[in-house]
């Protein structure tokens, strides 16, 4: 059987997924979602100054699209920080918590949420990641694709919704 460990993991059905969705390059690409927002604003920069409406364009959308990704980090991560140290800061009856009665389940149940969470996250900012890379694509005259634009957008204006309702909160 000349079959590598790799191959026969796929052809099984059980593909290497945790490494594909934390692995390196899942690393990478989330944070090229991350440091969107100050590369973005570097093309904004040569855009304008160069006068390419493109340019502008993929850096507008690359603002708007890195802007999702902070709030989707900077909400994952106080849900990380609630779920993981849970009894420290939510002091009260276990007894209709998740996971409870007891602290122990209670605490149990909420770190691994926290840990799907980050997961969750570290996907949604490769997938910020894909969304700035079709829209270099569209833009630059290589493959055209209809929503990467609308969907930079669209994202852009969730964050200003949601981070002006967050802040007339009373």
């Not at 949420?113 to 694509?137: F, I, K, S």
Request: hydrophobic share 50%; glycine share 12%.
């Amino acid at each position: 059987m000349g079959t590598n460990r790799r191959n026969g993991a796929r052809r099984n059905g059980l593909a290497a997924l945790p490494g594909h969705l934390v692995g390196a390059s899942a690393w990478t690409e989330a944070a090229t979602g991350i440091l969107l927002v100050p590369a973005s604003a570097r093309r904004l920069a040569t855009g304008v100054r160069r006068s390419r409406s493109a340019d502008v364009v993929r850096a507008g959308c690359g603002i708007a699209l890195g802007l999702f990704g902070w709030t989707v980090v900077l909400l994952a991560a106080q849900g990380l920080v609630n779920g993981l140290l849970y009894p420290l800061v939510d002091a009260h009856d276990y007894q209709h918590s998740w996971g409870g009665p007891t602290l122990a389940g209670a605490w149990l149940v909420h770190a691994a949420g926290a840990l799907a969470l980050a997961v969750a996250t570290l996907l949604v900012l490769r997938g910020v990641a894909a969304v700035d890379r079709a829209n270099e694509q569209s833009l630059s005259g290589g493959r055209r694709r209809w929503w990467p634009v609308p969907l930079s957008v669209l994202l852009g204006i969730g964050v200003v919704v949601l981070v002006a309702a967050w802040f007339r909160q009373v």
